[in-house]
């Protein structure tokens, strides 16, 4: 999990000289402080659910192992980035083989229960491979699109958790609650994570809800929902291991709402003056990666050196990876109008995932 | 070969479809036990279980996401829109999530989205939409609207089978009132494929859906004064059959544009730029349009027949144009 939430930072450290370099094209979106629950919450999930990320959910899309040179490719608009240049930031996708293979029958059991083996459609070695759904820009939509990823998945005999990310705006949004109505009413194993990180874009959150808990939003659906202190790892994980395990059980939809803080601006443009200093310095004070270091020092599970030198794989690691896709072609603009319709395909549904160095500690 | 009506013709086309694929499903409001508000899905619920006839909140956008996230996990689903004047509480999610996917990653959303369109029956603002100029300026989207029992199975079939969204268009004035022979055996109409209703060298009426019938009864009037009007049924909206309009007007040099939506920026206006850019040089006269007024669809009776095109609209404008 720290090696998860380092990667995420310092991918979004070297993603900040790229953007100073005018090698980002476009906006920044950083997580900053918010690492420790995106890792927290994938951290439950099986390598083989589905993700669909937020532009602040960098550590969930580590922890399920996409390459971080898709970020990068992406970020600079490549032209062998997941979506070939025609979509920015972490808009990417990932489909297994097996949600594409049309030779197999739907599972005919639409009930399957926890303990019943996945039917077996497509290729075993697709089995571990995630769905990710990145945004779109009209924040709220991820979660309809949950829904239906985990109901589509259990109608083809599919024992697979959706697992999605929204931010404290985005909960205001029709589509949010459209969504997790429809989630909770067919009980799909969906589990929705809402963070209150304090502003959307500049809007504090009293005047996105007159709610105080943002898990209450969820009560009116009939569905679990709780509150974690987002920037302790291991409070997170252990909710959304409880969440999940109860979706993976069929047993439905759930929310956790966690509580954590954007600690930089909306975007690299923005440098957040409306954010009151005493604020942030209280949150810095609860950094999640600095609270873990200090779980993991203090519990005996790694020293300070060990944990240096995590840091530094992690940051040469994003620095590789980073100059590897700058190296990389911008696109052709003869490509523009490939791929609208299906039979001219261009941009392919497939990520890069590699393997965390520390997968056999986990 | 049975005579069927267009409303049965759309149920024998999910039927079949859901029985020949198991992956494709229903969801959309009232359309299980009850059946659909027009009875359209009556009996699909009983046959196929509640599993795969998911009555659904009312909640459009949820529908549309969900059958997006469905489909992006291999399922065929088809979304019902009660009326299809509420297809613009998933607007967003057609045109923004659906139709850029394939674009944006390569993932394909085969999903379609059908309900009742159209006017002539009273319903009012909102009961009475053409909705198909909003979705027009959206690459990735498909769209048909049929105007025989036929071309109703045949697109519906042709939709389902599709790799990409199809706004899939019912007129509801032809559900009961327009019958004709469907084949046993199972078949599709291709999307993007015009078809000629009547053959004619004076000039050609370009339409589709309801509009098909006015048409047809304007071409009649005509031929008693001496003119003779082809009638050139569109089917599918996107992608457009150009080749079929600019054959047609070829001939006979002279081009009506039909359609019940209203006229400003209605998919007439596209249909008259092919033409002008393409067909320039045949045009004995100007290219015209005769639609819906442009105003709210007006729910008195008299109101809505001088809003729509009409029988005398269409044979006037035609006549315009052959004297021009």
Do not use: K
């Given at each position: 999990m720290y090696w998860f939430a380092r990667l995420a930072r310092e991918i979004e450290e070297r993603l900040v000289i790229l953007f100073r370099q005018s090698k980002v094209i476009g906006g920044l979106y950083r997580s900053l402080g918010q690492e420790g629950e995106s890792v927290g919450t994938a951290y439950a999930l099986e390598k083989s659910d589905a993700v669909l990320p937020l532009i602040r959910n960098m550590g969930a899309l580590m922890t399920m192992g996409v390459r971080p040179r898709e970020i990068f490719l992406q970020y600079m608009a490549k032209g062998e980035s997941n979506s070939r240049g025609r979509d920015l930031n972490i808009h990417i996708v990932h489909m297994p083989a097996w949600t594409r293979d049309l030779s197999s029958p739907a599972g005919r059991d639409t009930d399957a229960p926890a303990s019943r083996p996945a039917l077996q459609v497509g290729r075993d070695t697709d089995a571990k491979e995630p769905v990710v759904v990145g945004p779109i820009s009209m924040l709220g939509d991820s979660i309809p699109v949950a829904a239906g990823i985990a109901m589509g998945a259990r109608m083809r005999g599919r024992t697979l958790v959706s697992m999605a990310w929204i931010g404290d705006g985005a909960t205001s949004t029709g589509a949010f609650h459209e969504g997790l109505n429809f989630a909770a009413v067919q009980k799909a194993p969906l589990v929705v994570i809402a963070e209150d990180n304090k502003f959307a874009y500049s809007t504090p959150i009293a005047r996105q809800m007159a709610i105080t808990r943002i898990d209450e939003r969820a009560a009116a659906y009939g569905i679990p929902h709780e509150m974690v202190d987002g920037n302790d790892m291991l409070a997170v994980y252990d909710v959304a291991r409880r969440m999940v395990d109860r979706a993976r059980a069929g047993e439905g939809a759930s929310l956790i709402g966690v509580d954590t803080?954007?600690?930089?601006?909306?975007?690299?443009?923005?440098?957040?003056?409306?954010?009151?200093k005493e604020l942030v310095e209280q949150w810095e004070k609860k950094d999640p990666i600095a609270r873990f270091t200090k779980v993991l020092v203090d519990r005996g599970a790694a020293n300070v050196e060990q944990i240096a030198e995590i840091d530094r794989m992690a940051r040469s690691y994003a620095a590789e990876e980073a100059d590897a896709a700058e190296r990389s072609p911008m696109p052709d603009p003869a490509t523009i109008t490939r791929g609208v319709y299906a039979g001219d395909d261009y941009a392919r549904p497939t990520l890069e995932f590699v393997r965390s160095p520390f997968a056999d500690a986990d | 070969m049975a005579v069927v009506t267009y409303i049965e013709a759309i149920r024998q086309a999910l039927f079949e479809e859901m029985a020949r694929d198991e992956r494709v499903f229903l969801m959309g409001e009232d359309i299980g036990a009850y059946g659909g508000a027009f009875k359209v899905t009556e009996g699909l619920s009983e046959k196929f279980g509640e599993k795969r006839v998911i009555d659904s909140p009312i909640s459009e956008q949820a529908i549309v996401g969900a059958a997006i996230g469905a489909s992006y996990m291999g399922m065929r689903p088809v979304c019902e829109i009660q009326f299809i004047d509420f297809i613009a509480c998933c607007f967003d999610m057609l045109t923004n999530f659906a139709a850029t996917s394939r674009y944006r990653n390569g993932a394909g959303v085969p999903i379609v989205v059908r309900g009742p369109c159209g006017g002539g029956v009273g319903g009012g603002p909102f009961h009475s939409l053409n909705p198909e100029a909003f979705f027009l300026n959206t690459p990735g989207l498909k769209m048909v609207e049929p105007s025989t029992a036929y071309d109703a199975k045949g697109l519906l079939k042709a939709a389902i089978r599709d790799d990409d969204p199809v706004l899939y268009f019912e007129h509801k004035f032809l559900y009961r009132r327009i019958k004709d022979e469907v084949p046993d055996e199972d078949y599709i109409v291709p999307l993007g494929k015009a078809a000629v209703r009547r053959e004619g060298t004076d000039l050609s009426i370009i339409t589709f859906g309801a509009m098909v019938y006015t048409a047809l009864d304007a071409a009649k009037a005509l031929e008693e004064q001496g003119v003779q009007a082809e009638v050139i049924d569109l089917r599918s909206l996107a992608p457009l059959d150009k080749e079929a309009v600019l054959e047609s007007v070829a001939k006979t040099n002279r081009a009506l544009l039909l359609h019940e939506a209203t006229l400003t920026g209605g998919i007439g206006g596209e249909l008259a730029a092919i033409i002008s850019e393409h067909a320039f040089e045949y045009l004995d006269a100007p290219v015209m349009r005769v639609a819906s007024a442009d105003a709210p669809v007006p729910y008195a009776p008299p109101l809505e027949s001088a809003f729509l095109p009409s029988v005398s609209k269409v044979v006037a404008a035609s006549k315009r144009l052959v004297e021009y």
């Open positions: 803080m954007r600690m930089e601006g909306h975007a690299q443009h923005d440098d957040a003056r409306y954010v009151p | -």
